[in-house]
């Protein structure tokens, strides 16, 4: 009767992985163990079923612990999911003493655990009862033991063969997925942003904002000027040695792995067209000038994301727990940082995902679905495009004109400057104070004090409490000899800011 019940528990394991689509986990034909999930409406079922004689409950309890200490070790893979497990054993008889109880001791806390006894006493009666608890209603297989032991024996022999090569189909098709092509243009955009960064420095400094705009960073008053290839070229450019470490490290890993799944050219196009949304998305939220590979590296995340979406089991098996994890983890920081460019990072996320839909999986060909992404991409690009327009106002323009004449003044490019800051005064926005003083600075380092004279009263005239200013003043009045003026304007500064030691020994010098 042994081959009879070999052909029962195979035959049985045939039918719910090639007719109620379980998938096998794990095959032990040795040992006649075979383990089988399926993913019902975010609730995994997972069978294990076994051929073995139990004579003593003992035995069957010791069974159930090494099962639980399988689930253990395994429970990476069923992590966040809703789990039922069915052990099934297939055998002649029942153990000798009462058994049924151990119904009622649960493998895990967080697993709800039922016991099917197969012996041929109740082998049918029990295999309907587990087929209504799955939910296969009425798609009971025909497992009668009516077959001579020759024909049990060639079916167990196929069956085996089947179930294995099965096994072997379905590890080849998983692994199929990561390798469909190789990163050949990851490891291009490498070189080439570690080349630009070294131009960069070369010709500047690439935490230089006046260098970055001058070779292509995304600066929204020269976009809306009509530069929209500053969304291309920005892509390119890091500002600072971190930045690009970091980011270049991210592409390294993201980008192997997203080239390896969609191949070169959707690689190309979901990068590209990700780096594009992201570009554009930081134009229309973001005034400041940015630059850097961020907004098509989260495109690269939102690639995999799309890779999830199909491929729901394999993805929350390999990266997916760790690669929600890390987009959540920088997502925070972004917020956290001002200075991070969330509008590139949610945008070419976003964008990612988008392109991906429209580039699509390889061998997978749905052209609705990716004809209808590609249109929700471009209204998409048409709005941000908009809206970007709309908020490129004065404001934002002259506080970058701040920043780089400050910068300017800094590298002792003071006429530059002036002549900037000149231009900026033109639409100063709410940044006419800060104009004028960084402008008087540039005068005063060039020996033209009655225009820093001017630039500083009329600074004050604006700002009352600009206590720099009055600082500066009280240099310059005291430089022209006019000891009254100076002294005032030596003493507001002191007053405005009482813990600045510069401002206080000035006054103080007044006063001896």
């Given at each position: 009767?042994?081959?009879?019940?070999?052909?029962?528990?195979?035959?049985?394991?045939?039918?719910?992985?090639?007719?109620?689509?379980?998938?096998?986990?794990?095959?032990?034909?040795?040992?006649?163990?075979?383990?089988?999930?399926?993913?019902?409406?975010?609730?995994?079922?997972?069978?294990?079923?076994?051929?073995?004689?139990?004579?003593?409950?003992?035995?069957?309890?010791?069974?159930?612990?090494?099962?639980?200490?399988?689930?253990?070790?395994?429970?990476?893979?069923?992590?966040?999911?809703?789990?039922?497990?069915?052990?099934?054993?297939?055998?002649?008889?029942?153990p000798v003493d009462e058994w049924e109880n151990v119904k009622q001791n649960e493998l895990t806390n967080h697993t709800q655990t039922a016991i099917h006894y197969l012996d041929d006493d109740h082998k049918m009666d029990r295999v309907n009862a587990l087929y209504e608890e799955l939910g296969l209603g009425m798609q009971v297989?025909?497992?009668?033991?009516?077959?001579?032991?020759?024909?049990?024996?060639?079916?167990?022999?196929?069956?085996?063969?089947?179930?294995?090569?099965?096994?072997?189909?379905?590890?080849?098709?998983?692994?199929?997925?990561?390798?469909?092509?190789?990163?050949?243009?990851?490891?291009?955009?490498?070189?080439?942003n570690v080349l630009v960064y070294l131009f960069i420095e070369y010709k500047g400094s690439s935490t230089s904002i006046t260098t970055l705009i001058e070779y292509g960073a995304k600066y929204n008053p020269a976009i809306v000027d009509g530069e929209w290839w500053r969304i291309l070229s920005s892509m390119f450019l890091h500002?600072?040695?971190?930045?690009?470490?970091?980011?270049?490290?991210?592409?390294?890993?993201?980008?192997?792995?997203?080239?390896?799944?969609?191949?070169?050219?959707?690689?190309?196009?979901?990068?590209?067209?990700?780096?594009?949304?992201?570009?554009?998305?930081?134009?229309?939220?973001?005034?400041?000038?940015?630059?850097?590979?961020?907004?098509?590296?989260?495109?690269?995340?939102?690639?995999?994301?799309?890779?999830?979406?199909?491929?729901?089991?394999?993805?929350?098996?390999?990266?997916?727990?760790?690669?929600?994890?890390?987009?959540?983890?920088?997502?925070?920081?972004?917020?956290?940082?001002?200075?991070?460019?969330?509008?590139?990072?949610?945008?070419?996320?976003?964008?990612?995902?988008?392109?991906?839909?429209?580039?699509?999986?390889?061998?997978?060909?749905?052209?609705?679905?990716?004809?209808?992404?590609?249109?929700?991409?471009?209204?998409?690009?048409?709005?941000?495009?908009?809206?970007?327009?709309?908020?490129?106002?004065?404001?934002?323009?002259?506080?970058?004109?701040?920043?780089?004449?400050?910068?300017?003044?800094?590298?002792?490019?003071?006429?530059?400057?002036?002549?900037?800051?000149?231009?900026?005064?033109?639409?100063?926005?709410?940044?006419?104070?800060?104009?004028?003083?960084?402008?008087?600075?540039?005068?005063?380092?060039?020996?033209?004090?009655?225009?820093?004279?001017?630039?500083?009263?009329?600074?004050?005239?604006?700002?009352?409490?600009?206590?720099?200013?009055?600082?500066?003043?009280?240099?310059?009045?005291?430089?022209?000899?006019?000891?009254?003026?100076?002294?005032?304007?030596?003493?507001?500064?002191?007053?405005?800011?009482?813990?600045?030691?510069?401002?206080?020994?000035?006054?103080?010098?007044?006063?001896?």
């Amino acid at each position: 009767m042994f081959i009879k019940q070999e052909y029962f528990f195979w035959k049985l394991a045939h039918d719910l992985v090639s007719h109620q689509d379980f998938e096998i986990l794990h095959v032990n034909v040795d040992n006649s163990e075979v383990w089988l999930e399926k993913d019902k409406g975010g609730k995994v079922q997972v069978i294990r079923l076994f051929h073995g004689q139990f004579n003593w409950r003992n035995q069957l309890i010791r069974d159930l612990e090494r099962v639980k200490l399988q689930m253990k070790q395994n429970k990476r893979l069923f992590r966040g999911k809703r789990l039922s497990l069915y052990c099934l054993y297939i055998s002649e008889y029942p153990p000798v003493d009462e058994w049924e109880n151990v119904k009622q001791n649960e493998l895990t806390n967080h697993t709800q655990t039922a016991i099917h006894y197969l012996d041929d006493d109740h082998k049918m009666d029990r295999v309907n009862a587990l087929y209504e608890e799955l939910g296969l209603g009425m798609q009971v297989p025909d497992l009668s033991l009516e077959i001579n032991e020759h024909e049990a024996e060639v079916q167990v022999h196929y069956m085996k063969q089947l179930t294995a090569a099965n096994q072997r189909k379905k590890k080849r098709e998983g692994e199929a997925l990561f390798t469909f092509g190789k990163p050949i243009l990851t490891y291009v955009l490498l070189a080439l942003n570690v080349l630009v960064y070294l131009f960069i420095e070369y010709k500047g400094s690439s935490t230089s904002i006046t260098t970055l705009i001058e070779y292509g960073a995304k600066y929204n008053p020269a976009i809306v000027d009509g530069e929209w290839w500053r969304i291309l070229s920005s892509m390119f450019l890091h500002i600072g040695t971190l930045h690009l470490l970091m980011n270049m490290l991210a592409l390294y890993y993201l980008g192997t792995a997203v080239e390896r799944i969609y191949g070169t050219l959707r690689f190309t196009s979901i990068y590209f067209l990700a780096g594009i949304f992201g570009g554009l998305a930081s134009f229309m939220l973001n005034p400041q000038v940015a630059a850097g590979a961020s907004g098509a590296i989260f495109g690269l995340f939102g690639a995999l994301l799309y890779f999830g979406v199909h491929y729901k089991r394999l993805f929350f098996r390999t990266m997916g727990y760790n690669l929600i994890f890390v987009i959540g983890i920088n997502l925070a920081f972004g917020i956290l940082v001002p200075q991070v460019d969330n509008g590139a990072h949610m945008g070419g996320l976003l964008g990612g995902f988008i392109a991906s839909a429209i580039c699509n999986l390889p061998k997978k060909k749905q052209w609705g679905f990716q004809s209808l992404a590609a249109v929700a991409y471009t209204l998409a690009i048409v709005v941000m495009i908009f809206l970007g327009i709309q908020q490129t106002d004065e404001e934002s323009y002259a506080l970058i004109q701040v920043q780089q004449s400050q910068e300017l003044n800094e590298q002792q490019n003071f006429q530059k400057a002036i002549d900037l800051t000149n231009e900026a005064l033109d639409k100063p926005g709410d940044f006419e104070a800060e104009l004028l003083f960084n402008r008087s600075y540039a005068y005063t380092q060039t020996g033209q004090l009655n225009q820093a004279q001017k630039d500083l009263e009329q600074v004050i005239e604006l700002d009352p409490e600009f206590a720099e200013a009055h600082y500066n003043l009280a240099l310059i009045y005291r430089q022209m000899g006019k000891i009254d003026k100076s002294g005032r304007h030596a003493d507001e500064a002191a007053r405005l800011k009482p813990d600045n030691e510069q401002f206080q020994e000035l006054n103080q010098s007044f006063n001896q």
